[in-house]
């Protein structure tokens, strides 16, 4: 197994330490954080998750953006328990009972606030949104962003959500004050886009996963692009396995860094029983579409207790990672709750990879 260093100051942000952006509302999550260096900092872009508090245990609420006027204005909806057309069973979301649309609402909106860092152990959190729902497809929320720096521009994916499904969109910014959407890169149903930090033979590469609905499973493509806004030339990259650790859904983590060796790409995976472990695949310096090699056992999972339990228990998942000569310094978020962080050794990740 790989050695993994968690910081003792583990969990780093938990739900506790955000204050809450609206009115009546409670932060039930901060997790799964897109990462960026810049002016000698550490930003955490971090996925904050709020609720409508209810005062009776019947009634789940529910928050939306309603952009039917044109400008966004929040709607906070009432659904009874007692109401026979929903499943209230999973804490993430409501679904419909019997009905052809499976999802009725989520259980919180997301959006995207900044943690900022000199250490990179230590965190003050800014107190308003960096990215909040701006468009009618992310009328549900603004989730788990990716940033990749391509010369002086930081270019953050992140999952759009809203009645038609999760998308991805791109943003720009040079300064995490102000920021340029770019729209929607990848439709329905599309999730866990990494774009590479460079092009490779003229060409920018981006690690998707569509969710598909009939045939086929929830696994990692690779898509190519001139412009980072039009992508195409899809092609399959990495399956599950039948049985273990990633043998439910994998898809893309922190955005792909360079070795020696090829590109490494950490990935999440998920068992049929959705416990989520991370792994690592190496991929072609010159053609990102070959794989090289695999590693076959998780390089991090859950196993402390604020990994094991939490809002989505036995969760480790990763949008963001560090990486400064042999340390590879990964932040995830544990138990879709709270924000950690982890040192592991690219060597050891390296010596642990299986060549095909």
């Given at each position: 197994?790989?050695?993994?260093?968690?910081?003792?100051?583990?969990?780093?942000?938990?739900?506790?330490?955000?204050?809450p952006f609206h009115r009546g509302h409670e932060v039930i999550g901060v997790f799964n954080a897109g990462v960026a260096q810049y002016n000698g900092e550490v930003l955490l872009l971090l996925r904050v998750a709020e609720r409508p508090i209810s005062e009776d245990p019947a009634i789940v609420k529910a928050s939306v953006v309603d952009f039917s006027s044109g400008e966004g204005k929040l709607k906070v909806v009432e659904l009874h328990k007692d109401d026979a057309r929903f499943d209230f069973s999973?804490?993430?979301?409501?679904?419909?009972?019997?009905?052809?649309?499976?999802?009725?609402?989520?259980?919180?909106?997301?959006?995207?606030?900044?943690?900022?860092?000199?250490?990179?152990?230590?965190?003050?959190?800014?107190?308003?949104?960096?990215?909040?729902?701006?468009?009618?497809?992310?009328?549900?929320?603004?989730?788990?962003?990716?940033?990749?720096?391509?010369?002086?521009?930081?270019?953050?994916?992140?999952?759009?959500?809203?009645?038609?499904?999760?998308?991805?969109?791109?943003?720009?910014?040079?300064?995490?004050?102000?920021?340029?959407?770019?729209?929607?890169?990848?439709?329905?149903?599309?999730?866990?886009?990494?774009?590479?930090?460079?092009?490779?033979?003229?060409?920018?590469?981006?690690?998707?996963?569509?969710?598909?609905?009939?045939?086929?499973?929830?696994?990692?493509?690779?898509?190519?692009?001139?412009?980072?806004?039009?992508?195409?030339?899809?092609?399959?990259?990495?399956?599950?396995?039948?049985?273990?650790?990633?043998?439910?859904?994998?898809?893309?983590?922190?955005?792909?860094?360079?070795?020696?060796?090829?590109?490494?790409?950490?990935?999440?995976?998920?068992?049929?029983?959705?416990?989520?472990?991370?792994?690592?695949?190496?991929?072609?310096?010159?053609?990102?579409?070959?794989?090289?090699?695999?590693?076959?056992?998780?390089?991090?999972?859950?196993?402390?207790?604020?990994?094991?339990?939490?809002?989505?228990?036995?969760?480790?998942?990763?949008?963001?990672?560090?990486?400064?000569?042999?340390?590879?310094?990964?932040?995830?978020?544990?138990?879709?709750?709270?924000?950690?962080?982890?040192?592991?050794?690219?060597?050891?990740?390296?010596?642990?990879?299986?060549?095909?």
């Amino acid at each position: 197994m790989v050695e993994v260093n968690r910081f003792l100051e583990n969990p780093l942000i938990t739900p506790d330490d955000v204050k809450p952006f609206h009115r009546g509302h409670e932060v039930i999550g901060v997790f799964n954080a897109g990462v960026a260096q810049y002016n000698g900092e550490v930003l955490l872009l971090l996925r904050v998750a709020e609720r409508p508090i209810s005062e009776d245990p019947a009634i789940v609420k529910a928050s939306v953006v309603d952009f039917s006027s044109g400008e966004g204005k929040l709607k906070v909806v009432e659904l009874h328990k007692d109401d026979a057309r929903f499943d209230f069973s999973d804490p993430r979301v409501v679904l419909y009972n019997d009905s052809d649309r499976k999802v009725a609402y989520l259980t919180s909106l997301s959006y995207i606030r900044i943690a900022r860092s000199k250490d990179g152990r230590r965190f003050t959190i800014d107190d308003t949104p960096f990215i909040y729902p701006g468009t009618e497809r992310e009328a549900w929320g603004v989730e788990d962003p990716r940033v990749t720096q391509i010369d002086d521009a930081y270019y953050i994916q992140y999952s759009a959500v809203s009645a038609e499904g999760i998308g991805v969109s791109l943003a720009s910014t040079k300064d995490f004050v102000t920021y340029e959407r770019l729209g929607l890169i990848f439709p329905p149903e599309n999730k866990d886009v990494a774009i590479f930090p460079e092009k490779i033979n003229g060409k920018y590469y981006a690690l998707h996963r569509p969710v598909p609905k009939g045939i086929g499973r929830p696994e990692i493509w690779i898509a190519e692009s001139n412009n980072l806004l039009y992508w195409g030339n899809h092609q399959y990259l990495l399956g599950l396995s039948e049985e273990g650790w990633d043998s439910g859904r994998i898809g893309g983590g922190a955005v792909p860094f360079k070795t020696e060796k090829g590109w490494l790409a950490i990935y999440h995976g998920a068992d049929k029983n959705q416990r989520y472990c991370l792994g690592a695949v190496l991929l072609d310096l010159h053609d990102p579409t070959k794989i090289l090699a695999k590693t076959e056992e998780p390089i991090l999972e859950p196993e402390e207790d604020y990994e094991k339990n939490g809002f989505f228990a036995n969760v480790v998942f990763t949008c963001g990672a560090v990486v400064e000569g042999d340390i590879v310094r990964i932040y995830y978020g544990a138990a879709d709750e709270s924000i950690a962080g982890a040192e592991l050794s690219l060597q050891e990740i390296m010596a642990k990879l299986h060549y095909r």
